[in-house]
Each structure stands twice: as C-alpha cells, then as structure tokens.
C-alpha cells in the first residue's frame, strides 16, 4: 500500500512543492513518480526512486529509499499544476493535486 | 516516435465483454525488453493495474480481475488487446493501453495511450 501526502497542495508559481509517499513496507528504490493532467493520460516523471525519465525537467527530482519517499518541484512552473501519484508493481498511491 | 492508440466501444451493457484494442505506430510490439499492457482509472479516482503481456506472450494479471480478463498481442497486426467478461457498472472506467519497462525489479510505466472511456449500462 503507498499512501500519499498531502491530498492538496496549494501553491503558486516559482514556489517549491515537497509531495511525500509512504510505502508500507520496504520497497528499497523501486518507486516511480507519475504526472497527470486534467483530461490526460499519466506521464512518468521519475524511475528507481531518483532517476529523471526521458524529457523530464531538472526541477522535478525524487528522493527517498525503503519506506519514505519525496518528490521535489524546485520552482513551479504553470504547467505542473497537476495531480502526482507514485508506483510500486501493480500499487498506484491515492494521488496529490497541486492547486494553485 | 512509439505512440498508442485504443480502440473500440464506448459503451458496453451489464454481462457483456469489454473489448479493446491498442494500435502500436512507430514501433515494433515483437522487440523485446517491454511489456504491454493496461491500467484503468475510475472517475475522479486513482489508478488501477489491469495487466500486461510480454512479447513471448506470458501475461499478468491483476489477482481482482484474472478470472475475468484476457489480454493478447496480434504480431501481424502490431496491436495488442484487452478482453474483460462479464462487465458491471464497476467496470465503468477510462481504460489506458500502455507499455512499461523493467528496472531493477519494478515495473514503470512510460508510454501511455491518451485513454479511451468505457461505460458499462443497459
């Protein structure tokens, strides 16, 4: 089970976002980071707990390894108001929304 | 670019079969190292795991949904598809093709079809 927080993060541009996932037993580093967009499908963010997928800006960054686990917005830009999610197997955590 | 598409009907009756299909374009689905697959999302909610198939054809399937799901690639074709039997309005969901690939033991996902909606109602 991975269990997000918070649920919202209100926040607004240039500002730093710090979204949290917890898993309930130890996964070491096998966590992915998904973005999602109003009306679109998922996009990968990052793999192996810190490793940027394909196209991924240096402002999104993982960290975290056997339980706890973050992922990092440096500074927003507009478009990464979004819904994250992370992953591990088959899991998909209950999501954060960051709102402006 | 590999790109994905799904196919097929919006809307499906209570005990029917849900069937779709996704069109790979751009890519080959026989290269090995991918896994092809679906996840599905029910309104405003999170992300569920469907299942996956592999190009030597081993499949997996989500434990919920195994006694009901069939998923197969059609080489020829160059598309893989996803049959699910006896639908309830549960099965209400926009349904995701997608491939995912395989990293120190976990599977990520990172090719997304732009999803296609499948309401189940008489």
């Known amino acids: 089970v991975l269990t997000q927080s918070p649920a919202t993060l209100s926040l607004s541009p240039g500002e730093r976002a710090t979204l949290s996932c917890r898993a309930s037993q130890n996964v070491n580093s096998l966590l992915g980071w998904y973005q999602q967009k109003r009306g679109r499908a998922p996009r990968l963010l990052i793999y192996d707990a810190s490793k940027r997928a394909t196209g991924i800006p240096a402002r999104f960054s993982g960290s975290g390894s056997g339980t706890d686990f973050t992922l990092t917005i440096s500074s927003l830009e507009p478009e990464d108001f979004a819904v994250y999610y992370c992953q591990q197997g088959a899991a998909f955590g209950g999501g954060t929304k960051v709102e402006i | 670019q590999v790109q994905l598409q799904e196919s097929g009907p919006g809307l499906v009756k209570p005990s029917q079969t849900l069937s779709l299909t996704c069109t790979v374009s751009?890519?080959?689905?026989?290269?090995?190292?991918?896994?092809w697959g679906w996840i599905r999302q029910h309104p405003g909610e999170t992300l569920e795991w469907i299942g996956y198939i592999y190009y030597s054809g081993s499949t997996y399937y989500s434990p919920s949904l195994k006694s009901r799901l069939t998923i197969s690639l059609v080489m020829s074709e160059n598309h893989f598809s996803l049959k699910l039997t006896s639908v309830t309005a549960a099965d209400t969901a926009i349904y995701y093709c997608t491939r995912a690939f395989l990293y120190g033991g976990n599977y990520y996902f990172d090719l997304w079809g732009q999803g296609t909606l499948v309401t189940v109602s008489s």
């Open positions: 751009g890519g080959s689905i026989s290269r090995g190292g991918y896994y």
